[in-house]
């Protein structure tokens, strides 16, 4: 497995997104190939230790996805969860489900709107972009692009194409008020999280008749890899979000 790990499924190595595009594990306690990692508790603004091991990818097939709570700070936290397995290990990539604003996160949204053009047969690789931001003055931010590549690791290893592509999506209204312009999501994000109980379905069931006619979609997909503009390069895809007006960078996970 890419994440170079050996776990079983009933002990699957977690991995987060950090702010600057990097898988990695976490750990409260030191421990040897794990680096220390200062961040801020976004409610209190406290200090928060934490260890990190990092990963450049993740390779296996998708075998699960789901969504998982927790406590964070006193207050509830969704979580996509996405299940990369190879014979004997399994590794999960865990996506809050929402910003601190309220949005559906931009991992979240770039799974989703590629999800139905991936066929599950097949062995796949996950990148997060590593593409900084940059503020309308032009300056570089310390956070990326908050989306990720997908690939295939066998046949001719091309990359996975956006199904749901942008003209497909409701538009983000723009209000303006007492003196101050805000951009209204919610018919989007209400959008993708709909398309996502949908995947979570296909998921639960191995051998549902849902999840096999996927496959067999996604096998058959040939006028989309016939056309050349659905082949993207890395610029290409690290731009989609730019019609996106952005709503405030979400501080590094702090644990």
Not at 80 to 102: A, F, H, M, W, Y
Not at 175 to 181: N, P, Y
Not at 210 to 221: A, D, F, L, M, P
Request: charged share 30%.
């Amino acid at each position: 497995m890419g994440a170079n790990v050996s776990s079983n499924e009933g002990n699957s190595l977690y991995l987060k997104i950090s702010g600057d595009g990097r898988l990695f594990h976490s750990s409260k306690d030191e421990k040897q190939g794990y680096e220390k990692t200062e961040t801020s508790n976004p409610q209190t603004g406290q200090k928060v230790i934490s260890y990190r091991m990092y990963y450049k990818n993740v390779t296996g097939k998708i075998t699960g996805v789901f969504i998982s709570k927790a406590t964070m700070n006193n207050h509830e936290v969704q979580f996509v969860n996405i299940k990369i397995e190879d014979p004997g290990d399994s590794v999960i990539i865990q996506l809050p489900l929402k910003t601190q604003r309220g949005g559906i996160n931009a991992y979240v949204e770039c799974f989703v709107r590629m999800f139905n053009n991936i066929d599950l047969d097949r062995w796949i690789q996950i990148n997060p972009s590593t593409q900084k931001k940059k503020d309308s003055s032009g300056k570089e931010s310390k956070y990326v692009q908050q989306n990720f590549f997908i690939k295939y690791e066998d046949g001719d290893k091309e990359t996975v194409k956006w199904f749901i592509q942008k003209e497909d999506l409701p538009e983000i209204e723009k209000q303006e008020g007492m003196g101050e312009v805000t951009y209204d999501r919610r018919k989007r994000d209400n959008f993708l999280y709909k398309e996502l109980t949908k995947i979570i379905e296909i998921m639960k069931d191995e051998s549902s008749s849902t999840k096999q006619q996927h496959i067999v979609n996604s096998q058959n997909s040939e006028p989309a890899k016939a056309q050349s503009t659905n082949t993207y390069t890395k610029q290409q895809v690290d731009n989609v979000f730019d019609d996106i007006p952005d709503g405030g960078s979400d501080d590094d996970i702090p644990f």
